[in-house]
């Protein structure tokens, strides 16, 4: 498939996909609802009038949406069946307005966890007359009311991450049912047309988880940056203000003056007496 012609596939027991390489091997591929993660990598967002505008909603009023580059967290990739130069991580991301309420075919096995919306992970072929590339894509779909309070995050600047959880199927794998890995290459079911590369059947789910990361504070780390709870620093050592090779000379000071004050003490009273007996 990869040089333009599908490689043959069929059906197998239970959905599973079996393909017949050009060199005649085989590769079982099994469906399976797979938990996805996305982190965001650029998200921008803009206004546009909604393309299924009813005419009986009266005036058509703008509405948001928000779209950018979206990366599969983890060591897994994305790729088309038989396809491996299609082997990606990272997809665009759109993220736009849907009021109605999910039905439970709308989530029919995947409902594991309440649903935040709707979404779909599909793969976009090249278009020569719209000059459009290859393309993977994660559409997601939220009420009113959580869509603006992501508008008005990204608006304020506030948010630095934006990360998605979706429950898809089918997404197929290479491992058996019976020991399935978390850590693997996930398919999509390609679509062939007159034995030639054809649309790829998206994988269709809900949205089951939303974080939003805002900008970082920095917080005391346990007891260490509590000043309250800090030891008082031990007292610097007294230092003596004359160094060791003084102190003989301050010794002889002392000794001159005491003796100095003895011997004029002595001057005093010898020359009393000389007067008085003169």
């Not at 967290?73 to 790729?79: K, Q, W, Y």
């Not at 809900?206 to 509590?226: I, M, S």
Request: with cysteine.
């Amino acid at each position: 498939m990869d040089n333009g012609v599908v490689s043959q596939l069929r059906e197998g027991e239970d959905g599973e996909l079996i393909e017949t390489r050009p060199d005649g091997k085989e590769q079982r591929y099994h469906p399976r609802s797979y938990s996805v993660t996305f982190s965001a990598c650029e998200l921008r967002v803009g206004q546009a009038f909604p393309c299924s505008a009813r005419e009986d909603v009266g005036t058509p009023l703008l509405t948001y949406f928000a779209e950018g580059k979206a990366r599969l967290i983890g060591d897994d990739s994305l790729s088309v069946i038989g396809e491996p130069r299609h082997r990606t991580r990272k997809v665009s991301l759109s993220i736009g307005v849907d009021d109605r309420p999910l039905q439970s075919e709308d989530a029919a096995g995947l409902m594991f966890q309440s649903a935040c919306g709707r979404a779909a992970l599909g793969f976009n072929r090249a278009d020569r007359e719209s000059s459009s590339v290859d393309e993977w894509y994660l559409s997601i779909r939220l009420h009113t009311l959580s869509m603006q309070q992501l508008i008005d995050a990204v608006l304020a600047g506030k948010v630095e991450g934006v990360t998605v959880e979706v429950k898809l199927q089918p997404l197929y794998c290479t491992s058996s049912p019976s020991m399935p890995r978390d850590d693997e290459d996930l398919y999509v079911r390609p679509v062939a047309c007159n034995n030639l590369p054809g649309f790829a059947q998206p994988a269709d789910g809900v949205l089951v988880g939303l974080r939003l990361d805002y900008a970082a504070v920095k917080l005391p780390d346990g007891e260490e940056d509590v000043p309250w709870l800090e030891e008082p620093p031990e007292p610097a050592p007294e230092v003596d203000p004359l160094p060791p090779a003084l102190y003989h000379v301050v010794a002889r000071i002392e000794a001159l003056r005491e003796t100095l004050m003895w011997s004029g003490g002595l001057i005093v009273a010898l020359l009393a007496i000389i007067a008085f007996k003169g």
